[in-house]
């Protein structure tokens, strides 16, 4: 008696043979993906969907199949950088994790390629407005994720109530691009000391 297509499927799917999983992302091509994006970024030449795809060794339709633009690309690729290089403590005292996240923050940016990769996206966003919001979103997310720290040492009562998070937010972030961009002092374990002791003063 001749088998039904479905009975086929069935019959295989017992013997452990996998379904076909569609559109589902291999890990390996992603992280190559990624990865190559900042590369690219952090050389400060052309950075297009086709010479990510290339430096990546992938086709052009893999990427657009996971992200909608180059944009996407770049900023799933700083954030996800970020997120793995820079934790966001809970200790149970401010002090230490705000130190943790400093000093974390200072050294990641400065290793390639994400150093070269921000320096790239910070100066060519002052005249492209894809490359302006796409840096906008970048920095938000790591302001929320610092404040959220910040947060945390207030409802424990290690802050004031009336402190402004916000304007503490834009201390540490002001004194990070200034000496990021500019080189004109170090951003090094004693710098995030010294303006996690401002901070708390």
Do not use: C
Not at 51 to 60: D, L, N, P, Q, S
Not at 111 to 120: D, I, N, S, Y
Not at 182 to 199: E, I, K, R
């Amino acid at each position: 008696m001749a088998q039904t297509e479905a009975d086929k499927n069935t019959n295989a799917g017992t013997r452990g043979v996998r379904p076909h999983t569609g559109r589902r992302r291999n890990e390996a091509a992603r992280r190559a993906i990624l990865d190559a994006a900042l590369q690219l970024l952090g050389e400060g030449g052309p950075v297009t969907v086709e010479t990510i795809a290339r430096a990546a060794g992938v086709g052009k339709q893999t990427l657009y199949r996971w992200w909608p633009s180059k944009g996407a690309v770049l900023l799933e690729a700083l954030a996800e950088r970020a997120q793995r290089t820079v934790p966001v403590p809970d200790r149970g005292d401010l002090r230490s994790d705000l130190q943790v996240v400093l000093a974390a923050t200072f050294a990641g940016a400065q290793q390639p390629p994400v150093g070269p990769a921000l320096r790239t996206l910070a100066r060519e966003a002052a005249r492209d407005p894809q490359l302006a919001a796409l840096m906008r979103e970048f920095t938000e997310a790591r302001r929320a994720a610092l404040r959220e720290v910040l947060q945390r040492g207030r409802e424990r009562g290690e802050l004031e109530p009336g402190r402004d998070l916000d304007l503490m937010v834009d201390q540490v972030y002001g004194v990070f691009w200034y000496r990021f961009l500019l080189g004109h002092a170090p951003l090094d374990d004693a710098t995030a000391t010294a303006l996690v002791d401002s901070l708390l003063r």
